[in-house]
């Protein structure tokens, strides 16, 4: 498989689930905002907007979301990661199944109607598209180089997602929804519920860390990229023990996490690095081009 189809294939499931995530954390933030009242809501959306990495200080709901849908050519947003999604979509058009190309621009041609100032369902619109365009990929996309690619792009940005989420640590600013809201914004709270244990601070981030029932736990996307990367070694035949020792690392101290809390926080923070090295390795090992043809004369 050429580098520029893998790259693209990697970074459109990125774009991808960089932008479901997102869509599920505005709509928790923005209710949460709306309906609290009994926390500074400056203090709150500057916490917000910076554990996304979004640059600005937003003051209250509305800028907030006015920020994380941002612009078209600022892939760590909302509209951006569409719009990204979208052309890579195209780059690489002729090996991808024409209903999930064509439901990628269905989805991208939902951000027109897109409002700021009522972002509910303009969100669960860009949400249902989404539903439909995974449901989509996974009926149709034959399991090649691409198919694996893209769904380890999307397991390194879903841990991505997991771990600035728990760094926001929504509970020291909402005492009382904090713990719910972490769940709902990452769709795990009724998985959680049918574990029958209380909702509490420890308990929840343990569950999103190390949980094996819920697949977008750290833990689970760790393991579903570490297979994905062996897959792209068998039909490469290229090593990639190198590449996934940052991710592997992670996923056996999450195995023998006990309750320590100060040892969970610390897997919290190692996630993005891990993500990063990973994905700098990928990058190197696959996406580097190997030259250019000089014609000679």
């Keep these: 498989m050429l580098s520029r189809l893998a790259e693209t294939s990697f970074w459109l499931g990125r774009y991808l689930e960089r932008a479901e995530g997102m869509s599920r954390l505005l709509i928790e933030f923005h209710q949460l ?33 006015a920020l994380a849908y941002g612009e078209p050519l600022n892939p760590g947003t909302l509209l951006g990661s569409i719009h990204s ?4 979509a195209r780059l690489i058009r002729d090996i991808l199944p024409s209903d999930f190309y064509q439901a990628i621009n ?42 694996h690619f893209l769904t380890l792009g999307r397991s390194l940005e879903r841990m991505d997602l997991m771990s600035r989420l728990l760094s926001l640590k929504l509970e020291n600013e909402w005492r009382d929804q904090g713990p719910a809201t972490t769940l709902r914004s990452v769709g795990a709270l009724n998985t959680y519920l049918r574990e029958r244990v209380p909702l509490t601070t420890i308990g929840v981030r343990k569950f999103l860390v190390a949980s094996p029932t819920f697949p977008r736990s750290i833990a689970e996307c760790a393991k579903r990229a570490n297979l994905e990367l062996h897959e792209v070694a068998l039909m490469t035949q290229l090593r990639v023990d190198d590449i996934v020792r940052p991710i592997g690392m992670l996923e056996s101290q999450i195995r023998y996490l006990d309750n320590d809390s100060k040892e969970l926080e610390r897997i919290v923070s190692q996630t993005s690095l891990a993500v990063a090295q990973t994905s700098d390795g990928i990058g190197l090992r696959f996406f580097r081009p190997v030259g250019s043809i000089v014609w000679s004369n």
């Design 33 to 65: 905002l709306v309906q609290d009242n009994r926390t500074h809501i400056k203090r709150g959306c500057a916490l917000i907007s910076h554990g996304l990495g979004l640059e600005g200080e937003p003051k209250n709901a509305k800028e907030l979301v």
């Design 85 to 88: 999604a979208r052309s890579n």
């Design 106 to 147: 269905q989805l991208n041609a939902t951000t027109g109607e897109f409002s700021v100032a009522a972002p509910g369902r303009s969100l669960r619109s860009i949400l249902d598209r989404l539903a439909v365009t995974n449901g989509i990929f996974e009926w149709l996309a034959p399991e090649d180089e691409s198919a």
